[in-house]
């Protein structure tokens, strides 16, 4: 049976139930309805009468007014006559009232009135009795006529209930089921249900697509396979280290020189957890850590390999794809690339070493320039003319100029080489301040710009490279007169602040635009378009050594209003 024929005819069948039982409560309401009005209406009425005719009686039917109410109530019974031999005592109560009309003292009519009156009411008492139990009667049999069509209702019902809902859902489980079968390619998968109803029809075409995709999968198993031999040959043909994991992390496929610096023999890998792998073998370990553990940043890993110590970056590449029909990522697995980067690392060696040796034997000539010049200076040598002596300071800046850009180169080259010793000293934090404006003075002075300092009492002591952090502020003081406009402030202030100490140096020049601000801490940035000279390579090395100390450096900037770089720093734990 189709299950569309089913669904018409349990809903019908359940229909027709309920409407047969409400026609049937209806039948049996409407006749208790009538029953019930018809002992209200006439037996109930005519009783009414008659009581109060007897209650006219005793109120003494001499008076006029007694007696028309008398008549009243004797012509309304007169027009409700119902039941058989109401009508001959009714008769009698109306002749033996027109006698008493005429004698109104016969004791002997009034006794028979009220004879006749309460035949009249015994009448419809007998009457309400009977038509009661008629009415009982029919309540009865609506109770067993209502009462076997609802369980017969519910019956019927509950029945469907336990079988429609099945008879729909199971086959759509198992249809559910074989269709999760095919979409993991188990193409092999049937649905046996031989019933001819629409899930039938459903089942055998489902069993037809299945057939077909298992046969569309062999036809094409050979083709996969020489695609895959194709992909594993051009892996292995990679001259950089891959290691390919699935979602469970097994190994899935690992190059040659993958399994070369590894130590590995790809055959003994293939299928088996990485875990397992990293307990003995330390560079794979090192590899999955970042499946184990928080990244952080990563440096180079040094590996020896081709008889050397190489340096490779690692990078791990998610694989994840969005099955047809779905709308979420699924996670596939991992890849693990690492690329051969020894050649930079070594041409970054020999540029370190390049700059250093370059920056140390220049540093001598020019500080042996700028001693010249401070000789020619000295009226004790001989006396200058005007212009010789512009010559001179022109020389003397340059030279200041070309030594700053050589400490600059120098102190980059220890950095990266990581050579740069810090000497850290209890020193007082406006003393450092105080040598970094004295620096300035002179710069400062030539720009009519005034240097303020606001230093509080009683700071406590800092355990800092004293050279090197002087060197910080002074550069930033130095950064804030270039960058001001003629005849400003820079103001440098000192607060404590808990366990640190913020220095501040304040410029009111042009600024820095927004989208600069995240760079001017890179080496070898400078603003472009700026016409100030440098090298870029203060503010990174400040950033460089200030972290080196525990401390950090920030800047804010208004575009056209100013500059704000603020330096914190530890105290020592001895104040």
Not at 102 to 121: G, H
Request: proline share 4%; aromatic share 6%; net charge neutral.
């Amino acid at each position: 049976m189709r299950i569309q024929t089913k669904l018409v005819l349990g809903l019908g069948a359940l229909f027709a139930l309920v409407a047969f039982l409400a026609i049937l409560s209806g039948i049996y309401i409407n006749r208790l309805s009538a029953d019930t009005k018809n002992i209200l209406v006439a037996n109930y009425n005519s009783v009414s009468y008659s009581r109060e005719m007897l209650l006219a009686l005793d109120e003494g039917i001499q008076q006029p007014k007694i007696r028309q109410k008398f008549e009243a109530q004797l012509k309304r019974q007169r027009e409700n006559i119902t039941e058989p031999n109401e009508l001959e005592a009714t008769e009698r109560v109306n002749a033996d009232f027109e006698r008493l009309k005429n004698a109104p003292a016969d004791t002997l009519m009034i006794r028979q009135i009220r004879k006749d009156l309460a035949d009249i009411m015994l009448l419809n008492m007998q009457a309400i009795q009977r038509k009661s139990t008629i009415a009982g009667k029919t309540a009865d049999k609506a109770i067993v006529w209502i009462a076997v069509s609802g369980t017969l209702c519910f019956i019927i019902a509950f029945t469907l209930l336990l079988n429609l809902p099945a008879a729909i859902s199971n086959p759509i489980k198992t249809l559910t089921s074989s269709i999760r079968s095919i979409t993991s390619k188990n193409y092999s998968q049937r649905i046996y249900y031989n019933k001819p109803d629409e899930f039938g029809d459903m089942a055998r075409a489902f069993n037809t697509m299945a057939q077909k995709l298992e046969e569309y999968n062999n036809s094409n198993l050979a083709r996969l396979m020489s695609e895959k031999q194709r992909i594993e040959t051009l892996i292995n043909n990679i001259h950089e280290p891959v290691i390919g994991l699935d979602e469970t992390k097994k190994i899935i496929f690992i190059n040659e020189e993958a399994a070369r610096i590894t130590n590995t023999i790809a055959a003994d890998v293939l299928g088996k957890p990485v875990q397992d792998l990293a307990v003995s073998n330390d560079l794979v370990r090192m590899l999955i850590r970042d499946f184990f553990e928080p990244v952080t940043a990563h440096e180079p890993l040094k590996i020896y390999a081709d008889n050397r110590e190489s340096y490779f970056d690692k990078a791990i590449i998610p694989i994840s794809i969005v099955p047809t029909g779905e709308k979420e990522a699924q996670h596939l697995g991992d890849v693990i690339f690492l690329k051969n980067i020894t050649l930079f690392k070594e041409l970054d060696y020999a540029k370190t070493n390049f700059i250093a040796t370059v920056s140390h034997e220049l540093k001598t000539p020019i500080s042996s320039i700028k001693m010249s010049a401070q000789l020619l200076e000295n009226d004790r040598i001989g006396h200058l003319n005007p212009e010789q002596k512009e010559l001179v300071a022109g020389i003397q800046e340059d030279a200041a100029r070309l030594l700053k850009i050589t400490s600059e180169l120098l102190n980059v080259t220890q950095l990266e080489s990581g050579k740069l010793q810090l000497q850290p000293v209890l020193c007082q934090p406006e003393e450092l301040i105080s040598k970094a404006v004295q620096i300035n003075e002179t710069a400062a002075a030539s720009r009519n710009i005034h240097i303020q300092v606001q230093v509080p009492k009683a700071l406590p002591f800092l355990n800092v490279d004293a050279d090197k952090t002087s060197w910080i502020f002074s550069n930033l003081i130095s950064n804030a007169i270039r960058y001001s406009h003629e005849n400003s402030s820079v103001i440098v202030t000192i607060s404590a602040s808990g366990a640190v100490i913020q220095f501040t140096v304040k410029d009111y020049g042009q600024g820095i635009a927004p989208f600069y601000l995240k760079k001017i801490f890179d080496r070898y940035f400078r603003i472009p378009g700026s016409k100030k000279e440098g090298t870029g390579l203060g503010l990174s090395i400040s950033k460089e050594l200030i972290e080196a100390q525990g401390g950090t450096i920030e800047v804010r900037s208004e575009f056209g209003a100013g500059t704000e770089f603020t330096v914190t720093l530890p105290v020592a734990e001895n104040n």
